[in-house]
C-alpha cells in the first residue's frame, strides 16, 4: 500500500506495480534528461516495461537494466550474465548473454541515449524524435540493418504496452 495526502489526511491506495513502474520511470527519465539524454518518452517507457516485465525481471531487480541492453566488448562497465531468448532463423533459441549493469534506471536511460546516438542505424528514429511511431520504426531491423530486438512482434508488443502505459497515467502516445 501506498499512501496519499487528501486534505491533509493521509489516505491508503492500492497501487499496482505497474502504477508504481510508471512514477519510477517517470521520475528516471526526468533525471536521464537532466543530464542530456535525448529520446522519445512513450516509446523509452514501453520499451523499458515489455524488456524488463515492468521493472519486475532479473535483470531489472539485480542491474537497473531496463532495455535488454548487453556488454558489447567496448563495455567497460559492470556485468551480469543471464540468460535471454532470441529470435534466430525464424524460432526462439535461449543462448547465455552478458548484460550491462547500472547503478540506477536514470543510469541505464542515459546509456540507452547514448547507444541511439552512437548507432547509425538508429539514426531514422533519432530523426522522428517527437513521433512515436516512426520513432519505434527507426529502431526495428530492417533487411540492411540490425534493430533493437529480434523478436518480429516487438513493434507490436510496443504499441499495446504503450497504451496500458498511457491509460495507466504514462505518457500518451501522439506526435508532438
Excluded at 540506477?104 to 542505424?121: F, G, K, M, Q
Amino acid at each position: 500500500m501506498d499512501t496519499a495526502h487528501v486534505f491533509g489526511e493521509v489516505v491508503l491506495m492500492k497501487v499496482t506495480s505497474k502504477e508504481l513502474f510508471i512514477s519510477r520511470m517517470r521520475k528516471a527519465c526526468e533525471v536521464a534528461r537532466m543530464k542530456g539524454a535525448v529520446f522519445n518518452e512513450p516509446v523509452a517507457f514501453a520499451q523499458a516495461a515489455l524488456e524488463s516485465s515492468w521493472g519486475m525481471s532479473e535483470l531489472a531487480q539485480e542491474a537497473c537494466n531496463l532495455f535488454g541492453i548487453k556488454a558489447t566488448p567496448s563495455w567497460n562497465g559492470p556485468v551480469i550474465t543471464l540468460p535471454t531468448r532470441e529470435y534466430v532463423a525464424g524460432k526462439w533459441i535461449v543462448v547465455p548473454a552478458n548484460w550491462r549493469k547500472y547503478p540506477s534506471w536514470n543510469e541505464c536511460i542515459v546509456d540507452y541515449s547514448r547507444i541511439l546516438h552512437a548507432c547509425p542505424w538508429y539514426r531514422d528514429a533519432l530523426e522522428n524524435i517527437d513521433d512515436p511511431d516512426a520513432f519505434l520504426k527507426g529502431l526495428l531491423p530492417t533487411m540492411r540493418e540490425p534493430g533493437w530486438a529480434t523478436d518480429p512482434l516487438y513493434e507490436f508488443k510496443i504499441k499495446r504496452i504503450a497504451k496500458e502505459i498511457e491509460e495507466l497515467g504514462g505518457p500518451k502516445w501522439k506526435k508532438s
